[in-house]
């Protein structure tokens, strides 16, 4: 299954803000009921999250956290830290940065070159590279709710993240959003000094009271959601 949403045109931002407040919010309130919500605490030494529909993601500048990123050019961050902590953060932001490329809000030339691994598989190359299509009306947003290191060496990660997505729908009455659970499968090789994508994958759930086990996860505290999230 791929997670890979198609782009939104700029008339559309305001509702896409819409669209993150209510995933942010649905996210917070289903998290906390399992137990598996984990934004970097108050004793962290990361700076706070900011606030939602707040732009976190600038075109290009330094950010500096804890293990990464180091610095978002032209909307695609990089630099993070050799070890598990920086690989969680990667992969989560992996995971971003795919749907911003699609919604217009990354480079996609800049993002094949800074997260391209030698050994990537095609779908990854691919992602990473196509622009996006400005004719597309979709305006889904993903919030990643955990996430958790599955394999680690010095020379390859993979990390597992469970993310909310919320899509809007028009009807009658309006523009509604929806919401489905899934769980993304980053694999990540240590190339030139940064984590770069070999592959991604993603397949639906759990979803929060099927019963079926949330993925595992420990407390991350490097700010993970708060450099780099719309």
């Known amino acids: 299954m791929s997670y890979y949403a198609?782009?939104?045109?700029?008339?559309?931002?305001?509702?896409?803000?819409?669209?993150?407040?209510?995933?942010?919010?649905?996210?917070?309130?289903?998290?906390?009921?399992?137990?598996?919500?984990?934004?970097?605490?108050?004793?962290?030494?990361?700076?706070?999250?900011?606030?939602?529909?707040?732009?976190?993601?600038?075109?290009?500048?330094?950010?500096?956290?804890?293990?990464?990123?180091?610095?978002?050019?032209?909307?695609?961050?990089?630099?993070?830290?050799?070890?598990?902590?920086?690989?969680?953060?990667?992969?989560?932001?992996?995971?971003?940065?795919?749907?911003?490329?699609?919604?217009?809000?990354?480079?996609?030339?800049?993002?094949?070159?800074?997260?391209?691994?030698?050994?990537?598989?095609?779908?990854?190359?691919?992602?990473?590279?196509?622009?996006?299509?400005?004719?597309?009306?979709?305006?889904?947003s993903k919030v990643p709710a955990s996430t958790r290191v599955t394999a680690y060496s010095d020379a390859s990660a993979t990390v597992e993240i469970w993310v909310l997505s919320v899509g809007s729908t028009s009807g009658v009455g309006g523009t509604t959003a929806a919401a489905d659970w899934s769980t993304h499968t980053v694999r990540l090789t240590w190339e030139n000094g940064d984590w770069k994508v070999s592959s991604l994958r993603a397949s639906k759930g759990p979803k929060p009271g099927d019963g079926s086990p949330a993925p595992v996860t420990t407390p991350l505290t490097n700010g993970l959601y708060t450099y780099y999230i719309n």
């Open 6 to 140: 198609p782009p939104s045109t700029a008339g559309r931002r305001s509702s896409r803000t819409w669209l993150l407040i209510v995933a942010t919010i649905v996210a917070l309130a289903v998290g906390l009921v399992v137990g598996h919500w984990v934004f970097p605490s108050s004793t962290s030494s990361a700076p706070q999250a900011t606030q939602p529909g707040a732009s976190t993601a600038p075109t290009s500048g330094a950010v500096g956290g804890p293990h990464g990123p180091a610095k978002i050019v032209q909307g695609v961050p990089s630099g993070y830290s050799h070890d598990q902590a920086g690989a969680a953060t990667a992969g989560v932001n992996a995971v971003q940065l795919v749907l911003n490329i699609a919604h217009g809000q990354a480079d996609s030339a800049t993002a094949s070159k800074t997260w391209t691994a030698s050994n990537a598989d095609e779908a990854a190359r691919k992602v990473l590279a196509t622009a996006p299509d400005a004719s597309s009306d979709n305006q889904t």
